[in-house]
Nanobody, 128 residues
Framework: QVTLVESGGGSVQAGGSLRLSCAAS????????MAWFRQAPSKERTGVAV???????TYEDSVRGRFIISRDNAKNVLYLEMTSLKPEETATYYC??????????????????????WGQGTPVTVSS
């Protein structure tokens, strides 16, 4: 079993930055692949970024160059550093984990894959 607890969300103005964190507990074997997904009000869940245990990453096209996903395996924490935020990125951001190890990751973003474990989400509001 895995428990994921996100934090770091909040309200920022367009162009601002936020750092999301996800504290993980439980089986490390079940957290081989971790990711951030987001869901805006009245919209479908979408993929943001994925990271494998060995540090391999992939990003959704619209965030590449502005967001950085990272993980500290020793501390059991997943991060998402977000810069140059846009109003359309207002959403609840979810940390998710899966025991699977994929050789490639891009296909997990679109359409968004169903990961085994997810947290309660942290809201991000970007105002114009």
């Amino acid at each position: 079993q895995v428990t994921l607890v996100e934090s770091g969300g909040g309200s920022v103005q367009a162009g601002g930055s936020l750092r999301l964190s996800c504290a993980a507990s439980g089986s490390t074997a079940n957290r081989e692949t971790m990711a951030w997904f987001r869901q805006a009000p009245s919209k479908e869940r979408t993929g943001v970024a994925v990271i494998r245990r060995d540090g391999i990453t992939t990003y959704e096209d619209s965030v590449r160059g502005r967001f950085i996903i990272s993980r500290d395996n020793a501390k059991n924490v997943l991060y998402l550093e977000m810069t140059s935020l846009k109003p359309e990125e207002t959403a609840t951001y979810y940390c998710e984990a899966d025991p699977s190890r994929w050789s490639t990751l891009r296909h997990l973003l679109n359409p968004p894959a169903s990961f085994t474990y997810w947290g309660q989400g942290t809201p991000v509001t970007v105002s114009s």
